[in-house]
């Protein structure tokens, strides 16, 4: 399928529509428009209107699926909304039958095939991604399964299915120093599970309910690090809802359809939507938190750059064992030194994520390739949406000669930063997998951090606009380099308590 498909990055529709731009307004009206997610298994509906709430069967026949009472209700506690999940998992145990396994599509050339691609059956309407993708993970291979291309996990295998479980798989880096074996046990600690990734994808799926009402043809897809293997227990959720095909101005439109969005939360949706915000940031946003889940989320408004992106982070967390458990630990070092936070000036997640990789990238000895420049045709930023969660899954794993273990990786990321990366004169390219020479373009011009966002070429670091936080930043990096150096103790720069 990939990399050599010849139906690669093409329209999922005929000719004509393509000639007419009427993607939305050709698809079946009384058929929701294909969401986006990670579940891949046919899930029953979940009601939340009984006290206590009960498990749902782990295998039911296919049906359609009826709306869940989630607006008209309280919300229920945490304890009780995990549980409910954790019974919701396919018991290995128990034989499926035929008739509850998800469709497969068998022909990418016929117009029915790209029609269920694009417009999910009633049994599918939970996923908000179709369910095409057929390669296993050897990440976390299946029982008996020979050994696959592919290297990274369809969405429903990213996660340990129970937390009670372990969570140690064998594709984990051997820790043979006291500092990396600290980095794995944070890592193991923190990353987020199957459940806290359930709570996200119910509220998308009630919320893609209610959007619908209002905007008929809309998506709304579930993003960032939900999705792209760098979140954690605590990482909040994004959503991008796509509303039309064309881009979106998002000083006018955007903030036009949000103030909407915001109306809903504060009426409607009150009862288990609380504290909407509109944010007029560059891309304007809804913050809010979910009552039922209690998660917080960013929501925006075609701001489709974020879907590509999440995949495009998602290949290069899953393709070298190194790469989750580094940018993890990072991120959980800048927040707890309060320099992760782009709303006060500082440095936003997505801009750790990408210094990671380009330290990652720009070792003597690479540890990460471009992948934009080596599977440009997985990673094209004019494919379709409903396909860009299946170019991941056909890379194979990178093998770098460098062998350095985990602890020295993270000193050589702060050294890096402290010493080597001249943060005057140069920017941070994922996407050429190189330091490259600032331009004067508006974007780059008199700027503190540049990095290069690998889609549309922004500065996803433009928050940092004070020298002093700036400054902040810097002598952070500093001090970390030198405290690990020293001693080799994750408790000198993190407390792991």
């Known amino acids: 399928?990939?990399?050599?498909?010849?139906?690669?990055?093409?329209?999922?529709?005929?000719?004509?529509?393509?000639?007419?731009?009427?993607?939305?307004?050709?698809?079946?009206?009384?058929?929701?428009?294909?969401?986006?997610?990670?579940?891949?298994?046919?899930?029953p509906p979940f009601h939340f209107r009984s006290a206590p709430i009960e498990a749902t069967p782990a295998v039911t026949p296919v049906v359609a699926l009826q709306p869940m009472a989630?607006?008209?209700?309280?919300?229920?506690?945490?304890?009780?909304?995990?549980?409910?999940?954790?019974?919701?998992?396919?018991?290995?145990?128990?034989r499926v039958p035929d008739n509850a396994k998800r469709q497969r599509i068998h022909s990418r050339d016929s117009d029915t095939a790209?029609?269920?691609?694009?417009?999910?059956?009633?049994?599918?309407?939970?996923?908000?991604?179709?369910?095409?993708?057929?390669v296993h993970s050897p990440v976390l291979p299946a029982r008996g399964s020979p050994t696959l291309a592919g290297c990274v996990p369809p969405l429903q295998d990213t996660l340990c299915p129970d937390p009670a479980e372990t969570c140690r798989a064998p594709w984990l880096p051997v820790a043979a120093d006291k500092l990396s074996q600290q980095v794995l046990e944070l890592f193991e600690a923190c990353q987020q599970?199957?459940?806290?990734?359930?709570?996200?994808?119910?509220?998308?799926?009630?919320?893609?309910?209610?959007?619908q009402l209002i905007f008929p043809q809309s998506r709304l897809f579930l993003v960032g690090s939900s999705l792209n293997g760098f979140g954690t227990h605590t990482s909040d959720g994004d959503l991008c809802l796509v509303v039309k095909e064309e881009p979106v101005n998002q000083k006018t439109e955007a903030r036009r359809i949000l103030s909407l969005v915001q109306k809903l939360f504060s009426t409607k949706l009150s009862s288990y939507i609380e504290r909407?915000?509109?944010?007029?940031?560059?891309?304007?946003?809804?913050?809010?938190?979910?009552?039922?889940?209690?998660?917080?989320?960013?929501?925006?408004?075609?701001?489709?750059?974020?879907i590509r992106n999440t995949f495009l982070l998602r290949t290069y967390a899953f393709i070298e064992s190194r790469v989750r458990p580094l940018v993890l630990v990072v991120k959980k070092w800048a927040s707890f030194h309060e320099i992760n936070d782009a709303s006060r000036g500082t440095l936003s997640s997505y801009s750790?994520?990408?210094?990671?990789?380009?330290?990652?990238?720009?070792?003597?000895?690479?540890i990460l390739p471009s992948l934009q420049k080596n599977y440009p045709e997985c990673f094209d930023p004019t494919m379709q949406l409903h396909l860009v969660h299946q170019a991941p899954c056909a890379i194979p794993p990178y093998i770098s000669k460098n062998g350095s273990s985990l602890g020295d990786l993270l000193i050589g990321f702060f050294k890096y930063y402290a010493t080597?990366?001249?943060?005057?004169?140069?920017?941070?390219?994922v996407r050429e997998a190189r330091a490259v020479a600032r331009t004067d373009g508006i974007e780059w011009?008199?700027?503190?951090?540049?990095?290069?966002?690998?889609?549309?070429?922004?500065?996803?670091?433009?928050?940092?606009?004070?020298?002093q936080k700036f400054d902040m930043i810097k002598d952070e990096f500093v001090q970390a380099w030198r405290l690990l150096r020293d001693k080799k103790d994750l408790n000198s720069i993190l407390p792991l308590k």
């Open 70 to 94: 989630y607006g008209s209700v309280s919300p229920v506690s945490r304890s009780n909304a995990v549980t409910s999940f954790q019974g919701r998992k396919r018991q290995s145990q128990q």
């Open 193 to 211: 599970q199957a459940y806290d990734l359930n709570r996200k994808e119910l509220c998308r799926t009630e919320l893609q309910r209610e959007f």
């Open 276 to 306: 909407p915000q509109l944010i007029r940031a560059k891309v304007p946003i809804v913050k809010f938190r979910d009552k039922v889940s209690n998660v917080d989320f960013d929501l925006n408004v075609n701001n489709v750059i974020s």
């Open 445 to 467: 011009r008199n700027k503190f951090i540049c990095v290069e966002e690998p889609f549309d070429g922004t500065n996803t670091a433009r928050a940092v606009h004070e020298k």
């Open 1 to 43: 399928m990939f990399p050599n498909s010849s139906n690669l990055g093409r329209p999922p529709f005929s000719p004509k529509y393509q000639q007419q731009n009427t993607f939305f307004s050709k698809l079946p009206l009384n058929i929701p428009p294909a969401l986006l997610s990670q579940h891949q298994l046919i899930i």
């Open 352 to 366: 750790l994520v990408l210094m990671v990789l380009h330290y990652l990238q720009t070792l003597p000895e690479p």
């Open 114 to 134: 790209v029609v269920i691609q694009a417009v999910p059956s009633p049994e599918q309407r939970r996923c908000s991604f179709p369910a095409s993708i057929s």
């Open 420 to 429: 080597e990366f001249d943060w005057s004169h140069q920017m941070i390219s």
